[in-house]
């Protein structure tokens, strides 16, 4: 792509994007994580700097090749410390974009030191719920800790199942969650994980429903990008 062919309309917009996995602690040396590549956040994050953003990316695990031009990158490892970054640099940021495969679970406790093999087999590992980081940036923009202002965006990764289909879970989803934009994503059958391209639906809070044809993880990061582009309020008044 040339970035002379994109347009130059987020420029001065500061976007702030999580990518990647996370990694939940059992001990110094083990960690409970998942197959996220980063690459759908790390390509929202090169589209929206090259279209004049100022853009910040906090990244979990990621497998995304080369740390995109322009772009502030802060790695962090758990869910927590993901929450913490995202709520904190959230209030600087014009846009948020939750990107990233967050673990609803994470282990109770971390050993200190190493956990041992022993004799007795496997202990079960307790989890407990990590922080909806999305649901908190929604709740913090309600109390005022974010301004109202603030475009917060979602993305639900849906295979479908018995109960409903990949838009079912998305609209039930969009709801749950409270942001102004969902970028569902159909994978399932070697779709989107780890993988160059993407399909599924845009749902925006104005109730409008746009499907995605498949297409690049690039093409798809514009797309979203134009879309967030129209819910952003015009400074120019
Ligand atoms: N998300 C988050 N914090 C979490 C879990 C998810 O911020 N602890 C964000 C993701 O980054 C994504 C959106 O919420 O933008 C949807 O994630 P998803 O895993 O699809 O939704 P869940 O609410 O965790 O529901 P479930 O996994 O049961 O489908
Ligand atoms: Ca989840």
């Not at 929450?83 to 948020?96: H, L, P, S």
């Not at 989890?127 to 109390?143: C, H, K, Q, S, Y």
């Not at 160059?196 to 809070?205: A, P, R, V």
Request: aromatic share 4%.
């Amino acid at each position: 792509d040339r970035p002379d062919a994109l347009p130059y309309d987020l420029a001065g917009l500061r976007v702030l994007i999580s990518a990647g996995g996370t990694r939940e602690p059992l001990d110094p040396v083990r960690f409970l994580g998942n197959h996220s590549s980063g690459k759908q956040g790390y390509a929202l994050g090169r589209a929206a700097a090259q279209r004049g953003a100022e853009v910040t990316i906090v990244a979990g695990t990621v497998s995304a090749a080369g740390d995109p031009a322009g772009v502030d990158i802060v790695g962090v490892g758990s869910a927590e410390q993901m929450a913490t970054e995202m709520t904190k640099r959230a209030a600087d940021a014009d846009v948020v974009i939750m990107a990233a495969a967050v673990a609803d679970f994470r282990p109770v406790s971390m050993a200190d030191a190493k956990i041992k093999k022993g004799d007795q087999g496997p202990a079960p590992i307790e989890l407990t719920t990590n922080p909806d980081i999305l649901r908190g940036l929604v709740e913090a923009r309600t109390e005022g800790r974010i301004a109202a202002s603030t475009v917060i965006v979602g993305f639900a990764a849906e295979t479908g199942d018995e109960t409903g289909g990949v838009l079912d879970h998305g609209r039930a989803k969009f709801k749950r969650k409270g942001c102004d934009l969902l970028v569902v994503n159909a994978v399932g059958n070697g779709k989107a994980f780890g993988t160059e391209d993407n399909t599924g639906w845009l749902l925006s809070s104005g109730g409008e429903e746009t499907a995605l044809p498949p297409g690049s993880k690039t093409l798809m990061a514009s797309r979203i990008l134009d879309e967030i582009r129209t819910l952003v309020p015009d400074e120019t008044e």
